[in-house]
């Protein structure tokens, strides 16, 4: 199994540009969960889906910020237009399906991240 | 809203020293609690998970204890090796919620 895949790992960009990021989850995952990783704020959680579905996006932190899952196999995250402030490292995680009547939530994998610089 | 803190922020230890990670949470009303280790510019792997019934959980030279009741965590690492060397995250899972609140970890140094 390759693990959740991210691209690209590195992305330098200029102020105001668009970027993408891409995720793989793990095959046989149904939950997808986006994060973002700063020095000063940590691990934020920006959005999560269950079945291709968006579940909660109150981590978004602005409009800038948009997600999609198109399939079950592919995710992005993209920021249009981006800024200095954006810069971070960017995280996918996915897990597996929590079967009706299972106590336990099951292990969220993480991908190895991308990490974004805004100029 | 859950707060998650670590405490020291920075450990650097020699090789072969036993050390306590701590982590506390403001709401004691959590489903889990789990431990991550990040190796730089590398993603989280999951260490041990703990239910919120569960006082402990323990994985080779690793044990993870949980106190629900006063908001804490520690995680032992017995007898450091310099592959321990790493940033450890603690996080846990609100009841009802599959969403994990991060500690900002502890950079972990152990020195041959």
């Known amino acids: 199994d390759a693990g959740v895949i991210q691209s690209p790992r590195h992305e330098v960009t200029e102020m105001g540009q668009e970027v993408t990021l891409r995720c793989k989850p793990i095959s046989g995952h149904n939950s997808l969960f986006w994060y973002r990783q700063t020095m000063m704020r940590g691990l934020e959680l920006l959005i999560y889906f269950n079945n291709n579905v968006p579940i909660d996006d109150s981590g978004m932190p602005e409009d800038r910020f948009s997600a999609k899952m198109p399939n079950a196999s592919f995710s992005t995250l993209k920021i249009q237009p981006s800024e200095p402030r954006d810069s971070a490292v960017y995280f996918c995680?996915?897990?597996?399906?929590?079967?009706?009547?299972?106590?336990?939530?099951?292990?969220?994998?993480f991908g190895p991240g991308t990490r974004l610089t805004v100029l | 809203k859950q707060e998650v803190t670590q405490i020291p922020a920075a450990l650097s230890v020699p090789e072969g020293e036993n050390l306590v990670l701590n982590c506390s949470f403001t709401d004691s009303a959590i489903y889990n609690l789990q431990w991550f280790r990040q190796d730089p510019g590398k993603g989280l792997t999951s260490l041990l998970l703990?239910?919120?019934?569960?006082r402990e959980q323990t994985s080779g030279r690793l044990n993870a204890s949980l106190d629900k009741s006063s908001g804490r965590s520690t995680l032992y690492i017995a007898a450091s090796q310099p592959g321990d060397s790493a940033t450890y995250l603690c996080a846990v899972r609100n009841s009802g919620y599959s969403t994990l609140t991060f500690g900002k970890g502890t950079m972990l140094l152990v020195s041959p």
């Open positions: 995680a996915s897990s597996l399906p929590r079967r009706p009547g299972q106590g336990t939530y099951n292990e969220q994998f």
């Open positions: 703990i239910q919120s019934s569960q």
